[in-house]
């Protein structure tokens, strides 16, 4: 069955940065688009960035465009997040997934069990 397992999470300060990652398996990877969502505490899930199954092309929120940047190695079956500039509002858990339809439906239909960032100010 499809696995997604996300690496990398922690407590960090405002400005600082983190790398995700999310290691795929039970898929072929590389034909499917991936993607980033996160959900704050009280809040409802919300999409980050996605990424095609090429790397061809990127969609991001709004919220974290410029700051963060998506990539994948089709190579080794991983996806990765790099987060510069954090916020104490990117404080959230981080869920990877396999997007569902185009880049740009920000609609996953895999998900794997989250990792905690929380930045403080």
């Known amino acids: 069955q499809v696995q997604l397992v996300e690496y990398g999470g922690g407590s960090v300060q405002a400005g600082d940065s983190l790398r995700l990652s999310c290691a795929a398996s039970?898929?072929?990877?590389?034909?499917?688009?991936m993607g980033w969502f996160r959900q704050a505490p009280g809040k409802e899930r919300e999409f980050v960035a996605a990424?095609?199954?090429?790397?061809?092309?990127?969609d991001y929120a709004d919220s974290v465009k410029g700051r963060f940047t998506i990539s994948r190695d089709n190579s080794k079956n991983i996806m990765f997040l790099q987060m510069d500039g954090l916020k104490p509002e990117d404080t959230a858990i981080y869920y990877c997934?396999?997007?569902?339809?185009?880049?740009?439906?920000?609609?996953?239909?895999?998900w794997g069990q989250g990792t905690q960032v929380t930045v403080s100010s």
């Open positions: 039970g898929l072929v990877f590389v034909g499917y688009n």
């Open positions: 990424i095609t199954w090429s790397g061809s092309k990127l």
């Open positions: 997934a396999r997007i569902d339809g185009q880049v740009t439906s920000r609609r996953a239909d895999y």
